[in-house]
């Protein structure tokens, strides 16, 4: 320990103000200490975080479908940035903790503001306690997944991920949207709208920490599966496109309700 923290001594600069990043990893089994960051991962994970920016300002202006759409993106740029540091080798402790930041103001804060300035406003304190209750249960979630790394089963996620609870969210607003005319208007008054929003945004929170096992579809790409699973998926697909919105939504209740069928499997 002694020295690692000379090392850290090396790298100190207090002549003036310096812009940089001391960390350190382990390379061919051995700890070392190591300045910079990895450039493509971060900026990827900078990427989700300004969609999530984008999308509590558009929620604050009533853009509601072009703050969905920006969830929708930084979900997407999440996934990318660990595959992107996995295949270049440039993972590191500063990408693991700003990725878990990013992911906390992505899809905890965004999604929330999103329902909230949807659908909650009215309720007033109730609204804002529900908003809430999905934003701190996405902090949790993410807390809980950094300190579990390595301890858990890599096939599983532990509770409902982040990223796929705020697509939860954002496709129920863009459903909502589109189907007002049956749906009926959601945000203008105090209805069974508005408290449906209310009950689902807690759901979702509650599912992030809960202890049920979701697939993690890790190892899928790595498997065969018969042919006719390919067939099945392209007329989910084709289903999906007929309305996206729908479509999305859809399958990510199918997927939360699968993991309390996994967490029945595993319990027998």
């Known amino acids: 320990m002694k020295k690692s923290d000379d090392h850290l001594n090396d790298f100190d600069d207090a002549g003036g103000i310096t812009f940089e990043v001391v960390e350190s990893e382990a390379i061919d089994g051995q700890r070392q200490v190591r300045k910079g960051v990895y450039l493509v991962p971060n900026?990827?994970?900078?990427?989700?975080?300004?969609?999530?920016?984008?999308?509590?300002?558009?929620?604050?202006?009533?853009a509601y479908y072009k703050a969905a759409l920006a969830i929708f993106l930084s979900?997407?740029?999440?996934?990318?940035?660990?595959r992107a540091a996995r295949i270049l080798n440039a993972q590191s402790p500063f990408g693991e903790q700003f990725d878990s930041l990013a992911d906390c103001i992505a899809f905890g804060l965004a999604p929330a503001m999103l329902v909230y300035q949807f659908a909650l406003h009215d309720l007033g304190r109730f609204g804002l306690a529900c908003a809430f209750v999905f934003t701190a249960c996405a902090a949790f979630r993410l807390a809980r997944f950094n300190v579990q790394i390595g301890e858990v089963d890599k096939k599983y996620f532990i509770g409902l991920a982040s990223p796929l609870a705020a697509i939860l969210l954002a496709s129920s607003v863009?459903?909502?949207?589109?189907?007002?005319?049956?749906?009926?208007?959601?945000?203008?008054?105090?209805?069974?709208?508005?408290?449906?929003?209310?009950?689902w945004v807690v759901i979702c929170g509650l599912l992030m920490v809960s202890n049920v096992k979701y697939y993690s579809f890790k190892e899928f790409d790595r498997q065969k599966v018969p042919f006719v699973a390919l067939i099945i998926g392209?007329?989910?697909?084709?289903?999906?496109?007929?309305?996206?919105?729908?479509?999305?939504?859809?399958?990510?209740?199918?997927?939360?309700?699968?993991?309390?069928?996994?967490?029945?499997?595993?319990?027998?």
């Open 75 to 82: 979900a997407v740029l999440d996934g990318m940035d660990g």
């Open 174 to 199: 863009m459903v909502a949207i589109d189907h007002a005319d049956w749906l009926g208007s959601v945000g203008n008054n105090i209805g069974v709208a508005e408290f449906a929003f209310a009950a």
């Open 234 to 268: 392209v007329l989910v697909m084709g289903a999906v496109l007929y309305d996206l919105p729908v479509g999305i939504l859809a399958i990510g209740i199918i997927y939360a309700l699968s993991g309390f069928v996994t967490t029945f499997k595993a319990k027998r």
């Open 43 to 62: 900026l990827i994970t900078t990427a989700s975080m300004l969609c999530a920016f984008f999308s509590i300002v558009a929620s604050s202006e009533g």
